[in-house]
Nanobody, 119 residues
């Protein structure tokens, strides 16, 4: 059974920091591209950051220079360090796992963690 469990969300003032974690189980973590997405009320889910199985990263323009994605294959975990948070970063943040071998078939989502940034 595949599980992605996010943690680390919460309420923070603008300019503050949060670190999200996603613990994966039931998958061969090292062959999965891991992503963070977010969905604000009334908006579509959008990509925040991706870290490939090989370690390369990609970020949405809106978070470049403020957010950092990392992974620890030994712990089957992916992280999102969020600095200089803005009210517009308020959203539910979701962890996504997509296998390199069969990305259309082997793709999973976590349940999400709420991030609220107050002005």
């Amino acid at each position: 059974q595949v599980q992605l469990v996010e943690s680390g969300g919460g309420l923070v003032q603008a300019g503050g920091s949060l670190r999200l974690s996603c613990a994966a189980s039931g998958i061969r973590f090292s062959i999965y591209n891991m992503g963070w997405y977010r969905q604000a009320p009334g908006k579509q889910r959008e990509l925040v950051a991706i870290i490939a199985a090989g370690g390369s990263t990609n970020y949405a323009d809106s978070v470049k220079g403020r957010f950092t994605v990392s992974r620890d294959n030994a712990k089957n975990a992916v992280y999102l360090q969020m600095n200089s948070l803005k009210p517009e970063d308020t959203a539910v943040y979701y962890c996504n796992a997509r296998s390199v071998v069969a990305p259309g078939r082997d793709a999973y989502w976590g349940q999400g963690t709420q991030v609220t940034v107050s002005s």
